[in-house]
């Protein structure tokens, strides 16, 4: 398979210069690994475009003098970065109410995202590609609105991957209210004891909004065109 920068260029043939819009959720890491991904395509003479919300941006402004829309060059391409206002106070006590707030970013990301890619066509620099890491799924549904090709990011290890994928496909038993101790047998790996599969998919997590967050990434993988996942076969092999 080749680099990401070929798959865009093979996927979205065009005159204008391939522009990658990367969209993430806010804290630190989120942002780092995207931004990384970032840079690394960008470095290879592509647009990049980094979007996330207002409230991270002020941390990204304050550590990294960064002024938003303003092109940076980073290799033979550049970088700009982009925040948009989610509508709630930084101490709003709403906040912390994860199932809410993630519906709320979900209804204000998808508005704002649609119109970044409206106003960049407008200007002719057509985003080719977006690319979002995990908890923020809806931007498929963005991608999928102006036929762009979509990809995600996971962070996490292939591992883990195959346990929120076999969670949502219902193909392997996890651990329940009733059976709270249930073991869990995954495909080519080691029979996982309760305590050792991801948190958001024990059934105690406080933080049920979250997993379905994750969960919905699983939902529409079908209208991504690739999974982005940082390792290598030495580091996670069959057992």
């Known amino acids: 398979m080749g680099s990401i920068?070929?798959?865009?260029?093979e996927t979205c043939p065009s005159p204008n210069p391939v522009h990658v819009m990367l969209v993430s959720f806010q804290g630190q890491g989120h942002v780092n690994p995207l931004l990384r991904l970032g840079k690394l395509i960008a470095s290879k003479g592509l647009?990049?475009?980094?979007?996330?919300?207002?409230?991270?941006?002020?941390?990204?402004?304050q550590a990294n003098k960064i002024v938003d829309g303003e092109l940076k060059p980073v290799g033979s391409g550049s970088i700009r970065f982009e925040f948009f206002d989610e509508e709630w106070a930084e101490d709003d006590d709403r906040r912390a109410d994860f199932s809410?707030?993630?519906s709320h970013l979900e209804t204000?990301?998808?508005?704002?995202?649609?119109?970044?890619v409206r106003r960049y066509e407008e200007e002719n620099e057509p985003v080719s590609c977006l690319i979002n890491n995990p908890f923020i799924p809806w931007v498929c549904?963005?991608?999928?609105e102006f036929n762009i090709p979509c990809a995600v990011l996971w962070v996490q290890s292939c591992a883990c991957f195959s346990a929120y994928y076999h969670y949502q496909d219902?193909?392997?038993s996890f651990p329940t209210e009733t059976e709270s101790d249930l073991d869990v047998k995954l495909p080519c790996v080691p029979v996982l004891k309760h305590d050792e599969i991801p948190s958001f998919l024990h059934p105690?997590?406080?933080?049920?909004?979250?997993r379905e967050a994750i969960l919905g990434q699983f939902k529409n993988l079908s209208k991504s065109f690739c999974v982005?996942?940082?390792s290598f076969d030495a580091l996670e092999q069959e057992w």
């Open 228 to 230: 982005l996942v940082d």
């Open 204 to 210: 105690s997590t406080p933080f049920a909004g979250l």
């Open 170 to 172: 219902g193909s392997v």
């Open 141 to 144: 549904h963005v991608a999928e």
């Open 47 to 61: 647009l990049v475009t980094f979007v996330t919300t207002e409230l991270w941006g002020k941390k990204m402004r």
């Open 100 to 102: 809410l707030y993630i």
């Open 108 to 116: 204000i990301g998808i508005r704002e995202v649609s119109k970044l």
């Open 5 to 9: 920068s070929e798959m865009v260029f």
